[in-house]
């Protein structure tokens, strides 16, 4: 459950394009780069924050300016709806030009490295490319490579930070706190539970990785296969007044929060794991009786895709304690935020 490194295929790919020129090479990644949640301080989240507030406050017509004649390229070689269409659409609203690139649709699919497929971007004109990739590791591998602002989208089972500020202001605007300005003690008090599959999630890492560190308590719940007792070293170095904590109990979990994030049973993960699906629905779904009778104000989230009847019931996921779409829409405020951040534009 520790950190995980690039994969070798990514290295793989890397090695075997050719080398630019070494004088060309950047030692240090673009600033701007956002490839995990632990290069982000807390002043930095709040700036991040406090810029997201501000956008949504301009007009149309003023966000449209913000990146006018500027060009971000999307390279997703994983399927996405919520994240690639958030990406995409935050970026045409403030003025940018987009180009979608796919392993399906490019020369991805005739074996053309990420570190060339990068390269071509920036010889086209991308100025920042926001990077989805199976492979833990991926996106500093190309933002080594390009010198170019990577935004990480979701790599492998490592990291989603995007995910993780947009499921803050989430939390912050449900629970009525100010969304503009946080800092170490904004989630004093609170108590947030991540449950379900634990162990693929990336979301779930990012999630733990920044909540604790603005003081909120976060329960990690799951079975051991799902969730091994080293889930807890996400926690270390955690500065601030929050903690993590492994609960096996979901009702127990469920009675002390604040906050319930369900995490979808990621079945193609799953080869090899001896793991009774009827038995953990029975265990750890969130069904509308075990949420009126264990946690009957608590907000309800979900970082999709949603299998319903699954992790979760089809009624609570639609529920007045849902804020599984405002979690969607908060993902193209919080993406503006990052892009304007990548390309080093004061708003």
Do not use: W
């Not at 924050?49 to 017509?61: G, I, K, P």
């Not at 603005?214 to 719940?221: I, S, T």
């Not at 089809?314 to 390309?343: F, K, P, T």
């Amino acid at each position: 459950m520790t950190e995980l490194a690039a994969t070798t295929k990514v290295e793989e790919c890397l090695l075997s394009a050719p080398s630019e020129n070494p004088s060309a090479r950047v030692s240090e990644y673009a600033e701007g780069s956002l490839l995990s949640m632990e290069q982000l301080s807390v002043a930095d989240v709040a700036g991040i924050l406090a810029n997201t507030s501000h956008l949504e406050r301009m007009t149309a017509a003023e966000r449209a300016r913000v990146l006018a004649g500027r060009t971000i390229a999307l390279l997703f070689y994983e399927s996405s709806t919520r994240t690639r269409t958030s990406f995409e659409l935050a970026a045409k609203s403030l003025g940018a030009t987009t180009t979608l690139v796919s392993d399906k649709s490019s020369s991805i699919e005739k074996g053309e490295s990420l570190k060339d497929t990068g390269l071509t971007l920036r010889a086209l004109g991308a100025e920042a490319i926001i990077l989805r990739h199976p492979a833990s590791g991926a996106p500093s591998l190309l933002a080594r490579a390009t010198g170019l602002p990577v935004l990480n989208a979701g790599d492998g089972m490592h990291q989603h930070p995007s995910q993780a500020l947009l499921d803050l202001r989430t939390i912050l605007l449900r629970l009525g706190k100010d969304a503009s300005t946080v800092h170490a003690k904004t989630l004093d008090g609170v108590t947030v539970s991540i449950v379900g599959d634990i162990l693929h999630s990336r979301v779930a890492r990012s999630d733990a990785m920044l909540l604790p560190r603005l003081g909120a308590r976060v329960l990690l719940c799951g079975p051991v296969e799902l969730l091994p007792e080293d889930a807890l070293g996400l926690g270390a170095g955690i500065e601030g007044s929050g903690s993590l904590e492994i609960e096996r109990d979901f009702d127990r979990a469920l009675r002390q929060s604040d906050v319930v994030m369900m995490l979808r049973i990621q079945k193609e993960r799953l080869a090899g794991f001896d793991l009774d699906l009827g038995e953990f629905v029975a265990r750890y779904q969130l069904s509308m009786e075990r949420l009126a009778a264990c946690a009957p104000k608590a907000v309800v989230m979900h970082p999709g895709p949603i299998i319903r009847g699954l992790e979760i019931a089809g009624e609570v996921a639609d529920g007045q304690q849902s804020a599984i779409e405002e979690q969607v829409a908060q993902g193209l405020v919080v993406r503006r935020a990052l892009l304007v951040r990548a390309l080093g534009v004061t708003v």
